[in-house]
């Protein structure tokens, strides 16, 4: 898996823990051969992708954008790095935790899994917390 990892922020992230979290998602959905883009960015400007894209005018974790068509990219995962460390803290995890769950569903999104019923959501958090499993020893 080929990850291109774009840091927007002052806060420091391992990149190769990010590699790390979209290999082993790429190895447990059977998506391996694939490019995707990490992007971390502040409130100000996921606010303004989730406004402009989903139309919704507020603050979000993680946005997904797939690719069109290029059979090599995945595609895009957003992630808002303030968003992120905040939701750490309410849920007494690491950052790292936090960001390897967003990248996990940001990922899966990718791959086609979502979450609109109730069934598509129950099995896609099985999978976001066998993947994460695999990444975070608690």
Not at 43 to 60: D, E, G, P
Not at 89 to 109: M, N, P, Q, V, Y
């Amino acid at each position: 898996m080929e990850v291109n990892i774009q840091n927007l922020t002052q806060s420091e992230v391992d990149k190769k823990f990010i590699q790390n979290v979209l290999e082993k998602s790429g190895e447990v959905t059977g998506i391996e051969n694939k490019e995707v883009a990490v992007v971390l960015v502040g409130a100000n400007k996921i606010q303004n992708l989730n406004k402009r894209y989903r139309r919704k005018n507020r603050v979000t974790d993680v946005l997904s954008f797939g690719a069109d068509g290029d059979n090599e990219e995945l595609g895009d995962i957003v992630i808002c790095v303030p968003r992120a460390k905040k939701q750490a803290r309410e849920k007494g995890d690491s950052f790292e935790k936090e960001l390897a769950t967003l990248l996990i569903h940001g990922f899966l999104h990718l791959a086609g899994y979502d979450h609109e019923k109730k069934k598509e959501a129950d099995n896609m958090q099985r999978l976001e917390k066998r993947i994460c499993n695999c990444i975070i020893r608690h």
